[in-house]
């Protein structure tokens, strides 16, 4: 591909991603924030029972995929915990962070 092909095409994929983004945006705008946040409640719930069974399952047979799951769902965790307490500096209405799945 030659130089001009290359900004032409990163041109394009900027385009794209900056419609995407705006569409976005324009779509979390529509949410009203007690729907987001009740939402985010229910999420909570279902991530704590899938808490429980991943250490359960762990305990009872540990496996070197259980244990890939639940260092990558506690990545997870530490960056959206990481997140939310960036934002707790600003506002004091964000949901605690949550609580990272213990291994055997």
């Known amino acids: 591909m030659s130089f001009g092909g290359w900004v ?7 385009e794209t991603f900056n419609k995407k983004y705006l569409e976005r945006i324009q779509q979390y705008a529509t949410v009203s924030p007690e729907n987001m946040k009740s939402k985010r409640e229910a999420i ?12 359960a399952f762990s305990i009872i047979q540990s496996s070197p995929l259980c244990d890939k ?29 949550i609580d990272v799945v213990s291994s055997n």
């Open 44 to 55: 909570l719930v279902i991530y704590y029972d899938l808490r429980k069974f991943l250490e």
């Open 8 to 14: 032409q095409e990163l041109k394009s994929k900027n």
């Open 69 to 97: 799951t639940i260092n990558e769902i506690n990545a997870l965790i530490s960056q959206y915990n990481a997140l939310l307490n960036s934002r707790l500096k600003a506002k004091t209405n964000i949901t605690a962070p």
